[in-house]
């Protein structure tokens, strides 16, 4: 119940692609849900998240959509640069119970020049 | 930008030995965490700490570990007898807030000590 499933596990794009990740959740006390994007040699940096009383949240190129209902949230990354290459997790919280992230097992993603 | 800084970069040391992994957490942050991530794997939550004691825990984080915040400013992850699947890059991060319903659980990450046990 504690798990988030993610996917594609690796994804290579053209620059100005819109690469779309996938994460999916069982456990409904889930009501935080942040990505973050890691660099080689770095520590993951948040990118952006949500809250499920909202189905989409914006900023800048990178977009979530969330499906309260399905138990499900992508990130959407609209006109990919070179520079977006990175891996990518999804992650979950509650703050009925800690503060620790449950993440998924990441997305390696490749934009092309 | 103020940031979570971890020493060192990289940490080699022998089966059975123990180690301390340092963090300097963002200054007002109250709230400190250790995660691990073995090469190629997802980042496993191990610990939060808030206000000198151990808030929560996960079934990683047993009697070989241990943390410490040893004065205003250090967090520290002591793995008392090293094993060869204690190698990993370990993650120290840290929030201002615990997040609840109203507030954002933003938690900051440190670029990680990468553990490699012989």
């Known amino acids: 119940q504690q798990q988030v499933k993610q996917s594609p596990q690796s994804l290579i794009v053209q620059k100005g692609g819109i690469p779309i990740i996938n994460c999916a959740y069982e456990n409904t006390a889930f009501d935080y849900f942040p990505w973050y994007q890691q660099f080689p040699g770095k520590g993951p940096a948040l990118l952006i998240a949500?809250?499920?009383?909202?189905s989409e949240k914006k900023e800048g190129r990178f977009t979530i959509s969330f499906n309260k209902s399905a138990k499900q949230f992508s990130l959407h990354i609209m006109d990919s640069q070179p520079g977006d290459s990175a891996t990518y997790f999804c992650?979950?919280?509650?703050?009925?119970?800690?503060?620790?992230?449950?993440f998924g097992p990441g997305t390696r993603l490749s934009v092309l020049p | 930008e103020p940031e979570v800084t971890q020493t060192p970069s990289h940490q080699v040391t022998q089966m059975g030995q123990e180690v301390i992994l340092r963090c300097v957490p963002i200054s007002n942050h109250l709230y400190f965490y250790w995660y691990r991530q073995i090469l190629g794997q997802k980042v496993e939550f191990l610990v939060s700490?808030?206000?000198?004691?151990?808030?929560?825990k996960s079934e990683i984080f047993d009697d070989q570990f241990s943390v410490e915040r040893p004065d205003g400013s250090n967090f520290t992850l002591k793995i008392r007898s090293t094993k060869l699947e204690d190698s990993a890059m370990y993650f120290c991060?840290?929030?201002?807030?615990?997040?609840?319903?109203?507030?954002?659980?933003?938690?900051?990450f440190g670029a990680g000590t990468r553990l490699s046990v012989l």
């Open positions: 700490f808030y206000n000198n004691e151990i808030s929560e």
């Open positions: 991060a840290s929030s201002e807030d615990r997040g609840s319903k109203l507030a954002k659980n933003i938690q900051y």
């Open positions: 992650a979950a919280s509650s703050h009925n119970y800690g503060q620790n992230f449950v």
């Open positions: 949500i809250r499920p009383d909202v």
